[in-house]
């Protein structure tokens, strides 16, 4: 995936401290087995984003993200509830962008946009009970200011009712994906980093994810340390549609770093089984080659045109178009022949993309229970 704008590490190297360091009561996870995290495309309570872009961190591009943030709202709360929280002095914007129709709006300190990181990792357990797990977001490994940001998390888990459960671990939702039925895809870059986790092995994060998420597998992809602000999220390479069925980004462009990190991940999913032992199905989604909407995209290598960071809801799939007509109805496309039960909408979020993320990285879900 391509770096989130480069100057976030530069005009933001204060404050980079907090976070790096384990919480006061964090703990392994002391119930093994009793929690689950569900597949995303599972019934959900709401959605929710941060309504959080700011001018020194976004630069000129700050009014095109609050619109782009605006319109994936819209676009959810058509299906479901959707919850936005927004800085108190930007709730009229926010209101303005994201409508009124099914939308809550919840007033609180941020620093980006970046809910899927951000946010509480909701899982649930065979009684009906909600539980929300928190990673200790570190500015993904100290590079963003992220005092704010670190502390929404907990402030979701409040606000849905769910019992929170602070890991020892140091990650962001973007980084796990998981089919609701016992396995995980993770990328080793991002989990087993020294800007994270200092200290741990991999079996020993592989032990700790399992048993916050409910996973008996893990198929491990490797991932690229340093190449994006994420050390390479999975959600960028590889997402379940429903259990045995994968859909993988594969980069067919020879002059991105992420040609090579793309094929070899595929090679590894091909030969992979799931925690039940099947081979999976694998379908593949390639990022647009033709030139795009050029205001953002132009010399921009932060560019993060990702057909595969889509957003799952009830009775729909959001999904990003990217102005190259071909490869956005092949997109469009498989997304259909995927997901047959959801409509799927595609949406203009170049503004966000031109910061290295995509929709799925600026939402969040709660499982219904």
């Known amino acids: 995936m391509p770096t989130r704008r480069t100057f976030l590490q530069l005009s933001l190297a204060a404050g980079l401290g907090a976070g790096l360091g384990l919480p006061l009561g964090a703990a392994r996870a002391a119930e093994a087995g009793r929690w689950f995290m569900p597949d995303e495309g599972e019934a ?10 700011q001018e020194a961190i976004w630069e000129d591009f700050t009014a095109d993200v609050q619109a782009a943030l605006g319109r994936i709202a819209r676009a959810i709360a058509g299906y479901q509830p959707v919850t936005v929280f927004c800085r108190a002095s930007e709730r009229a914007l926010a209101e303005q962008h994201c409508g009124s129709h099914n939308v809550t709006f919840v007033s609180c300190p941020l620093d980006d946009i970046w809910m899927r990181d951000i946010g509480a990792n909701f899982v649930v357990d065979d009684d009906g009970a909600l539980g929300a797990v928190g990673f200790n977001f570190n500015g993904w490994g ?31 939702g973007g980084g796990i994906e998981v089919d609701g039925h016992g396995t995980g895809i993770m990328t080793e870059s991002c989990w087993v980093n020294e800007n994270r986790n200092p200290g741990w092995s991999k079996a020993e994060v592989e032990e700790e994810l399992k048993a916050r998420l409910g996973l008996r597998k893990i198929i491990w992809l490797p991932g690229i340390k340093g190449k994006d602000i994420t050390d390479a999220h999975v959600d960028f390479y590889a997402r379940f549609v429903r259990p045995g069925v994968v859909v993988a980004n594969l980069d067919s462009d020879p002059q991105s770093y992420d040609h090579a990190v793309t094929k070899r991940h595929l ?20 990022p647009p080659l033709a030139p795009r909407r050029s205001k953002f995209s132009r010399g921009n290598a932060d560019f993060a045109a990702g057909y595969i960071n889509y957003f799952v809801i009830n009775g729909a799939v959001i999904a990003p178009q990217f102005g190259d007509q071909e490869a956005d109805e092949k997109a469009r496309g498989l997304l259909v022949k995927l997901y047959p039960r959801r409509a799927v909408v595609q949406l203009d979020i170049d503004a966000i993309a031109a910061g290295g993320g995509g929709i799925h990285c600026v939402t969040h879900q709660c499982p219904a229970v």
């Open 267 to 286: 090679e590894i999913l091909q030969k992979a089984t799931d925690a039940d032992g099947r081979r999976l199905e694998i379908h593949l989604l390639s």
């Open 142 to 172: 100290g590079k963003q200011r992220h005092a704010n940001d670190a502390r929404l998390a907990a402030r979701v888990a409040t606000l849905a009712g769910a019992q929170y459960q602070r890991s020892e671990l140091v990650g962001e």
């Open 44 to 53: 959900q309570q709401r959605a929710y984003l941060a309504f959080g872009a």
